[in-house]
């Protein structure tokens, strides 16, 4: 998985959490920055899921609350892998038609090109 989509999405899981938290204290943003000892610009950018927190802010948070770590990695396997791109594995015969092909001048690679689109259209008559 990409990194920059894993931060994103770590982001907006422990967000989610600290609004589910604040919500459940029925504290402002400026309040939960005052418990936690962190300085309100810090955790308002945690909170609206700009910055991804240190692990000892994320401790320091959990103290304050009463909540064990694992709360905030609880849904972390949820995070969705990118489908996977097949991987191209292509035989001798391919890879001899590749190379055969990269020897030729342009024109004729053009002329090819055509006969080979020409074969992958439907044809217009079935042929039985």
């Known amino acids: 998985m990409d ?11 422990i967000s989610g959490k600290l609004k589910q938290i ?7 943003i400026e309040k ?15 909170y609206s899921g700009r910055n991804l927190p240190r692990l000892p802010t994320l401790i320091q948070i959990s103290q304050t609350y009463a909540i064990p770590m694992e709360f905030w990695f609880r849904n972390i396997t949820e995070l969705k892998p990118p489908e996977k ?13 590749l190379r055969v092909f990269a020897r030729l ?8 090109l055509k006969i080979l689109k020409g074969y992958i259209r439907k044809p217009k008559y079935d042929i039985k």
């Open 105 to 112: 001048d342009a024109v004729t690679r053009d002329v090819i």
């Open 32 to 46: 939960m920055a005052e418990e936690t000892d962190l300085e309100y610009t810090a955790f308002y950018n945690i």
């Open 22 to 28: 604040r919500a459940d204290n029925d504290h402002s």
């Open 85 to 97: 791109k097949e991987n191209i594995h292509r035989s001798g015969l391919e890879l001899d038609i």
């Open 3 to 13: 990194r920059a989509i894993i931060e994103q999405e770590l982001k907006a899981v």
